[in-house]
């Protein structure tokens, strides 16, 4: 049946009160650019302009602005072409990665944000392109990227008779969590604080850690990790350090509950000097920029876009 033509209206007109009364700006529904059938508007630049701000501390332009958008959405139409397409659990977990790296919670972050007038979306947006883009990059061109053992130790040497590698240690371990729901009460964290700390009375073996763990409900043990000297903080390298083989370090609670390691071997090896490994990534870092540069000027001389007049 057809609606009558005054309801119709009517609809229409209620329905535009409802988005701006949900808040979305008059100037959002200008068009600026459609990338591929996507819309850019006015609102999107203005938002990106303001989380570029936040994060330079510098005023882009607008044409550089509306690019970063462009680029944006071509990445993430890239991605789906070949199945990177990361979902909003990734997103959140990425943003709640942000957040710990800047210690604070995800709703501080989101405050801060909007204190700054940035909805969180604006970020998580960017986010999920350059999520998308670094996984396509590496993916499709592993090998392109990868840098010589050869061409690292010549340029090492161009700077004097400089030392490849040193003495170092080679720690063998499994992480251990003792699960703690989010919203349990601090009694609840405190219990189980104590229970890690028995469990580390009854460990001397990873074997022991395997077998307890793997059948105690609400905990879990992962596969064993083998990091060097070199890839862990001084700090972490120290409590290893004082741990004895087949013991579990001191419990620390974290948003996954309590964690602790338990160390399952500890030996010396060599491992690159921190120079080798700094020109090894200053040479990944120039293959990678000049890779997807060339791969997003690909893309985008591919895509439809379309500049609306204002």
Request: glycine fraction near 6%; charged fraction near 30%; charge should be positive.
């Amino acid at each position: 049946m057809t609606t009558p033509l005054p309801v119709f209206r009517f609809l229409l007109l209620v329905f535009g009160a409802v988005l701006m009364l949900a808040g979305a700006p008059a100037r959002a529904q200008n068009i600026v650019v459609m990338v591929n059938g996507d819309p850019i508007t006015d609102y999107d630049i203005e938002q990106r302009s303001k989380l570029d701000q936040l994060t330079t501390q510098k005023t882009p332009a607008r044409q550089e602005v509306i690019n970063e958008l462009i680029d944006d959405r071509v990445k993430i139409k890239e991605g789906k072409k070949y199945g990177v397409d990361p979902g909003v659990s990734d997103i959140n977990q990425s943003y709640e990665g942000m957040a710990q790296r800047m210690r604070i919670t995800p709703d501080q972050l989101t405050k801060s944000l909007e204190v700054k007038g940035v909805r969180p979306e604006t970020l998580k947006g960017r986010m999920k392109a350059e999520m998308v883009w670094t996984s396509l990059v590496r993916g499709r061109y592993k090998e392109k990227l990868m840098v010589g053992e050869k061409d690292v130790a010549d340029k090492v040497r161009e700077g004097g008779n400089e030392k490849l590698q040193i003495e170092g240690t080679e720690y063998k371990m499994q992480p251990i969590v003792l699960i703690v729901p989010r919203g349990s009460p601090q009694a609840f964290t405190e219990t189980r604080l104590k229970e890690a700390e028995s469990y580390r009375s009854r460990v001397g073996s990873c074997e022991e850690a395997n077998s307890l763990f793997r059948s105690t409900p609400n905990a879990t043990i992962r596969d064993s990790v083998t990091k060097t000297t070199a890839d862990l903080p001084e700090t972490l390298r120290k409590v290893l350090d004082d741990t004895a083989i087949g013991h579990l370090t001191a419990p620390e609670v974290t948003k996954q509950g309590i964690e602790m390691v338990v160390l399952c071997s500890r030996k010396p090896t060599t491992i690159d000097t921190p120079k080798k490994r700094e020109i090894r990534e200053q040479m990944y870092q120039q293959k990678y920029e000049k890779t997807q540069k060339t791969y997003l000027e690909e893309i985008r001389k591919a895509a439809m876009i379309e500049y609306r007049k204002p």
